[in-house]
């Protein structure tokens, strides 16, 4: 008897996801390429920490785009990444990075576009770099957030260059 309940209620339970579905916000999307990622001025301690940076910023990136509208597509290409701090080796296979010494504020290459269908919004080619100050600028910092000052960077680009010319503020 159980069972006979239980389909009825999954089958109602998949129909009611299915119009919720229909009238769920869309969002616009991100399509990020990294390019030549080994030549990369400073993404990370090896291989796999540069492939962890790259996810990192790539997830940042999408997040960014779901406030676009729906159909809006940004494409960017990272040409290169410098993290903030300085890299430096304390002992055999002890990695540190160091905040604060100069020149150690993060900057991201990249260039992109923004399409809406076959026509593209806007492009550009920008080099994003935090201010002398970055390490002291107040209210938006959550100390052990990953890649943090990068992020930060591309929520202030995004801000500037992407979301006024969209037509959507973030």
Same mark, same amino acid.
């Given at each position: 008897?159980?069972?006979?309940?239980?389909?009825?209620?999954?089958?109602?339970?998949?129909?009611?996801?299915?119009?919720?579905? &229909?009238? %769920? $916000?869309?969002?616009?999307?991100?399509?990020? $390429?990294?390019?030549?990622?080994?030549?990369?001025?400073?993404?990370?301690? &090896?291989?796999?920490?540069?492939?962890?940076?790259? @996810?990192?910023?790539?997830?940042?990136?999408?997040?960014?785009?779901?406030?676009?509208?729906?159909?809006?597509?940004?494409?960017?290409?990272?040409?290169?990444?410098?993290?903030?701090?300085?890299? &430096?080796?304390?002992?055999?296979?002890? $990695? @540190?990075?160091?905040?604060?010494?100069?020149?150690?504020?993060?900057?991201?290459?990249?260039?992109?576009?923004?399409? %809406?269908?076959? *026509?593209?919004?806007? *492009? &550009?080619?920008?080099?994003?770099?935090?201010?002398?100050?970055?390490?002291?600028?107040?209210?938006?910092?959550?100390?052990?957030?990953?890649?943090?000052?990068?992020?930060?960077?591309?929520?202030?680009?995004?801000?500037?260059?992407?979301?006024?010319?969209?037509?959507?503020?973030?």
């Amino acid at each position: 008897m159980t069972r006979s309940l239980r389909q009825p209620c999954l089958a109602l339970s998949a129909v009611a996801m299915l119009a919720l579905a &229909g009238n %769920a $916000h869309a969002v616009g999307s991100a399509d990020v $390429h990294f390019v030549n990622p080994q030549a990369y001025t400073d993404a990370g301690f &090896g291989p796999v920490e540069n492939e962890r940076t790259q @996810r990192r910023l790539a997830a940042r990136l999408e997040r960014l785009a779901q406030q676009l509208p729906d159909g809006q597509v940004l494409q960017v290409q990272v040409q290169d990444i410098d993290l903030a701090g300085e890299t &430096g080796t304390l002992a055999l296979h002890e $990695h @540190r990075r160091v905040l604060g010494r100069l020149p150690d504020r993060p900057r991201l290459t990249l260039s992109f576009q923004l399409l %809406a269908g076959d *026509q593209v919004l806007k *492009q &550009g080619q920008d080099v994003l770099t935090a201010d002398m100050d970055y390490l002291t600028r107040v209210g938006t910092l959550r100390p052990g957030t990953p890649l943090e000052f990068e992020g930060r960077l591309l929520d202030e680009w995004f801000a500037q260059r992407v979301a006024p010319v969209a037509g959507h503020a973030p």
